[in-house]
């Protein structure tokens, strides 16, 4: 079942903006994971962020976590072409082997 | 090699056909998955393997029969399915059961006419 809801659902920006999207989870996790899927592609791990964690960075990517507000946010700085595609949060409630992943947010980064 | 191999990337299938979708990997990893997406919806899960033991059924239809012969590989056997199963399948690994970081094979898009 699908327990991250994200936002917006669609963002477009230019090249060299950054794009921050946002999601929100119901229940307690171990951690929160980033991913991106071009268009009819699999998808790709981004980056992990543990329950004891806050912030996490990889390359232009930025993750925060607030377990109290049950709420992630990724930033993806100085936004290239190639970073056109949709990001999902995914959350793993630790108890099973399941990953759910949010509804996702379709990022357009115009040249 | 940390590639997830999906084949084939297209089916088109009659509701009366039998198909099976295939998935490799070769990095070890002990866990294998099969997500189901439809267009502009997250993936949902169908099925996860652990250590080549059927570990989750999402409540799949009786249609979808999912086997990992050996470590490495992953099939779903599809037989008798509707219009409404047309989607882009995924499978996924990871190196060990806890759904850490999968990695995503490029997906099958079935249609079912």
């Known amino acids: 079942s699908q327990q991250g809801e994200e936002d917006p659902q669609a963002l477009s920006i230019q090249e060299g903006e950054n794009a921050t999207m946002n999601c929100s989870y119901k229940?307690?996790?171990?951690?929160l994971q980033w991913y991106r899927q071009n268009s009819g592609r699999g998808l790709v791990h981004l980056i992990l962020?543990?329950?004891?964690?806050r912030e996490k960075h990889s390359g232009r990517l930025r993750v925060t976590l607030d377990t109290s507000k049950k709420s992630s946010s990724l930033l993806i700085t100085a936004s290239r072409a190639a970073d056109t595609a949709s990001y999902f949060c995914?959350?793993?409630?630790?108890?099973?082997?399941?990953?759910?992943f949010g509804a996702g947010t379709t990022v357009t980064v115009r040249a | 090699d940390t590639e997830v191999t999906q084949t084939p990337k297209h089916l088109v299938m009659g509701m009366t056909n039998k198909k099976s979708l295939k998935c490799e990997q070769h990095?070890?990893?002990?866990?294998m998955y099969w997500y189901k997406q439809k267009a502009k919806k997250p993936p949902e899960l169908m099925f996860v393997?652990?250590?080549?033991?059927?570990?989750i059924n999402e409540s799949v239809p009786s249609r979808f029969s999912p086997e990992c012969p050996n470590s490495s590989l992953l099939n779903l056997h599809l037989h008798a399915l509707q219009p409404e199963d047309s989607a882009l399948y995924l499978c996924?690994?990871?190196?060990?059961?806890?759904?850490?970081?999968?990695?995503f094979g490029s997906g099958t898009q079935l249609s079912v006419l």
């Open positions: 996924a690994s990871s190196q060990q059961p806890g759904a850490e970081k999968l990695f």
């Open positions: 229940t307690s996790i171990n951690n």
């Open positions: 962020i543990r329950s004891n964690e």
């Open positions: 995914a959350t793993d409630a630790g108890s099973d082997y399941k990953l759910s």
């Open positions: 990095m070890g990893h002990r866990a």
């Open positions: 393997y652990s250590y080549e033991k059927l570990s």
